[in-house]
């Protein structure tokens, strides 16, 4: 099974591991083209980085491609900026390609509980895991 792990750039070395983890499990998983460039660096230092990339790498479209070809996505909604369990621009879009392509959106955490975007993503049937990629395993025996 093929999946393409969706996140806020400010998660890139969770990213990575939950991309380690499923790998050894016999997934083939995908991350942002342009994660390795965030570890390491401080949130300040990820966020002016992104626009570039966005700009200059076409970072959105490659992720958005990332997704057409894959099996299922799995979404990294942490808690940033004093939201819980949030899900940023980005990851929303990218739940909508998965969701318009027909494909099984896995949520890491419950749905945020944010403005003008709960309702949507309740729409789109996540199966939320609970903080748990094993539940992953169990779902695509």
Aim: net charge positive; glycine share 4%; with cysteine.
């Amino acid at each position: 099974m093929k999946i393409t792990i969706c996140y806020s750039m400010q998660f890139a070395e969770k990213a990575t591991k939950a991309q380690t983890w499923l790998n050894a499990r016999g997934y083939e998983t995908f991350v942002s083209s342009v994660n390795a460039g965030y570890i390491g660096l401080d949130d300040k230092a990820k966020e002016k980085l992104k626009l570039h990339h966005k700009y200059k790498e076409d970072a959105i479209r490659n992720h958005f491609n990332l997704i057409k070809n894959c099996d299922a996505i799995l979404v990294l909604n942490y808690d940033k900026n004093g939201i819980e369990n949030y899900i940023g621009g980005n990851a929303f879009l990218e739940m909508g390609i998965a969701y318009f392509l027909k494909k099984p959106i896995y949520l890491l955490n419950q749905i945020p509980k944010m403005p003008y975007y709960e309702t949507e993503i309740i729409a789109m049937k996540p199966t939320i895991i609970n903080d748990d990629l094993s539940v992953i395993l169990k779902s695509t025996i």
